[in-house]
């Protein structure tokens, strides 16, 4: 088993370019577990954790509704947004400038074949980074992803997930509001739920920007541990 993780930061990337990145490495992955199996072969397949941030950009899972996106395409174009249905697992979310956007790309077969474990694992990453900026942050019943305030009327989600998997290879993944203008939420229903807000650190933390890069090494700290990898 492979435990070593691949790390590339993308930095500011279109998301159709992101995308169709993520779903190259995830083929070539796939691919070779296909090769092994047909060929009786042990070659070590790769993993990877792709750090990107996305221009303005709206993306609709294969589970969503598009009536939970509140822009026409005139609308879209005037606030500098894109909009992509895409195959990954969960409603309508919103990415750009100031979020942390983590895509891990890894062989489930490398770490632990449990894709509900997998998705835990994610998220109780994000809750002990949150943590050490002193937010105590949890998890929302039958709600993927990072939420403060869970199960009081002023209930926030911070961070957002989906992901696909297939022959136990993952692809899509996070979306951590760092600097996020929260605004371009008001363009959507945020994970089809209505009634929820969301928040972003550097609004819980009362201040104007929040190192990025740091929340960054918090995160590659909190997934080393958890996965039990190393990253290179």
């Not at 199996?37 to 996305?54: A, C, D, G």
């Not at 998705?119 to 002193?134: N, P, Q, S, V």
């Not at 890069?213 to 700290?221: A, F, L, N, T």
Request: with cysteine; charged share 25%; net charge negative.
């Amino acid at each position: 088993m492979n435990k070593k993780i691949q790390l590339q930061d993308l930095g500011q990337k279109d998301y159709k370019a992101a995308w169709e990145y993520q779903e190259e490495l995830f083929k070539d992955i796939v691919d070779l577990k296909i090769k092994n199996r047909r060929e009786e072969l042990e070659l070590e397949t790769p993993n990877y954790l792709l750090f990107v941030e996305h221009p303005h950009v709206y993306t609709l899972g294969k589970s969503g509704y598009l009536e939970n996106l509140l822009l026409n395409e005139k609308q879209l174009e005037a606030k500098g947004a894109t909009f992509y249905k895409i195959n990954r697992g969960g409603d309508i979310t919103y990415h750009g400038p100031g979020q942390i956007v983590g895509y891990p790309i890894l062989d489930l077969e490398n770490f632990f074949t449990d894709i509900h474990k997998y998705l835990r694992f994610l998220e109780e990453c994000i809750i002990l980074t949150l943590k050490e900026y002193g937010l105590e942050c949890g998890r929302s019943d039958g709600e993927t992803g990072v939420w403060l305030g869970v199960g009081t009327p002023f209930a926030r989600k911070i961070c957002a997930l989906g992901v696909r998997a297939s022959r136990w290879v993952t692809m899509h993944g996070f979306a951590l509001n760092v600097n996020v203008d929260l605004g371009y939420f008001d363009n959507i229903i945020p994970c089809g739920i209505r009634g929820k807000a969301v928040t972003s650190l550097n609004v819980e933390l009362s201040t104007e920007k929040v190192d990025e890069e740091e929340v960054k090494s918090k995160i590659i700290k909190h997934l080393t541990n958890l996965f039990e990898a190393e990253f290179v």
